[in-house]
Nanobody, 120 residues
């Protein structure tokens, strides 16, 4: 069964940190871009961070939205079929459901999301 399962969300005070994890099963992730999106109540889903696969010979390339640049860090582990999002200096406006994404040539795969709530 093809699925992405996120974990690591929770309630944290402003300024705190969380580390999100996403593990794939039944999905080939090597050489494919992986990403984290988020969706806050009443807002559209937005891209937070993405990472390409250097495929062993090259460096993975990460990209971030302006709103999280310098605070969040995305990484991947193809051996574990996982992607991570380290979130530091969290702000109340980071409150959202965070979704894992893997892009294949014929479709996007999505997880069910993990809730992150940042209190002021």
């Amino acid at each position: 069964q093809e699925q992405l399962v996120e974990s690591g969300g929770g309630l944290v005070q402003a300024g705190g940190s969380l580390r999100l994890s996403c593990v794939a099963s039944g999905i080939f992730v090597s050489s494919r871009p992986m990403a984290w999106y988020r969706q806050a109540p009443g807002k559209e889903r937005e891209l937070v961070a993405s990472i390409t696969d250097g495929d062993g010979g090259n460096t993975d390339v990460a990209d971030y939205s302006d709103s999280v640049k310098g605070r969040f860090s995305i990484s991947r582990d193809n051996a574990r079929k996982a992607v991570y999002l380290q979130m530091n200096s969290l702000k109340p406006e980071d409150t959202a459901v965070y979704y894992c994404n893997v892009k294949s040539p014929w479709r996007d795969f999505w997880g069910r999301g993990t809730q992150v709530t940042v209190s002021s």
